[in-house]
């Protein structure tokens, strides 16, 4: 019996995801556009910043980003790398106690600011609580990570159409799971003048029947939940201890497992 576990929710093997840094105004006019087309992703923020000339108001967080998801970008923005470990627990941690009092759910994942790091942070973060922190090393493929806590995006949003068109339209030799990350910032498309290839990566890519369209988090917990299934000697027998459907191919057909199931293969 042939079994993979390459599916995400609803059986869908391809997944679109976004991320967008610092919180400024214009993130606005991005989460409407985002909104429109179906599209998701995680808005990283300092709140050390909110309400400065350009930046986002605290007040309006829990409104703004409802249905997308708010995540950490440190508390004043500093280079990870170069600062005292104490003091990289203190920006994390204050960041995500501020933005949590605000949105009213914990806040599990970041980006690094100015898109750096070393070993050192990256170990820290567990212990902050950080499932996942998004860097700015474009892999320019639509693989799964291996290391959430070193997530690489495929491209920055300038390239967002060319890398649409390939993940549409190009037949990998072997397919499996596929996912497309996209990182900017807000303020760049109003700096470049270039909103219009927002909405036209909105009309190439939006709305999808076999596309799941997913915050960051989301694509993280799911991906957890997959990766706990509990399999049997024989491999005909899976037992989901998550909380959580999740989805696998048997042998070319997607199999939903509910939260808690224990599915036995050989009668589906």
């Known amino acids: 019996m042939r079994i993979r576990y390459d599916r995400f929710p609803g059986g869908k093997m391809k997944a679109i995801t976004l991320s967008y840094d610092d919180g400024r105004e214009d993130d606005r006019m991005l989460v409407a556009k985002m909104n429109d087309y179906g599209l998701k992703g995680a808005f990283h923020l300092n709140s050390g910043f909110f309400g400065k000339p350009g930046y986002i108001n605290a007040e309006e967080v829990s409104t703004l980003y409802a249905g997308q998801e708010v995540s950490s970008h440190t508390?004043?923005?500093?280079?990870?790398?170069?600062?005292?470990?104490?003091?990289?627990?203190?920006?994390?941690?204050?960041?995500?106690?501020?933005?949590?009092?605000l949105t009213g759910y914990p806040v599990r994942g970041m980006s690094y600011p100015y898109g750096s790091w070393n070993e050192q942070v990256v170990s820290a973060l567990p212990g902050l609580g950080i499932e996942y922190a998004r860097t700015t090393n474009s892999t320019h493929t639509f693989a799964m990570p291996s290391d959430f806590l070193q997530w690489h995006p495929t491209c920055h949003h300038k390239q967002m159409l060319e890398f649409g068109q390939k993940f549409l339209f190009d037949t990998p030799r072997h397919a499996r799971m596929a996912i497309f990350y996209v990182w900017g910032h807000s303020y760049e498309f109003d700096r470049d003048r270039n909103w219009n290839i927002l909405e036209q990566f909105g009309e190439l890519v939006g709305r999808h029947s076999d596309i799941w369209y997913a915050t960051n988090s989301e694509i993280v917990a799911y991906m957890s939940a997959l990766r706990q299934l509990r399999c049997s000697v024989s491999g005909h027998i899976l037992h989901n201890p998550s909380a959580m459907s999740v989805w696998i191919e048997v042998e070319e057909t997607a199999i939903e497992i509910r939260p808690g199931e224990i599915k036995n293969l050989n009668a589906c």
């Open 75 to 101: 508390a004043a923005h500093p280079h990870l790398d170069l600062i005292p470990p104490d003091r990289v627990v203190t920006e994390i941690m204050e960041d995500r106690n501020a933005l949590e009092a």
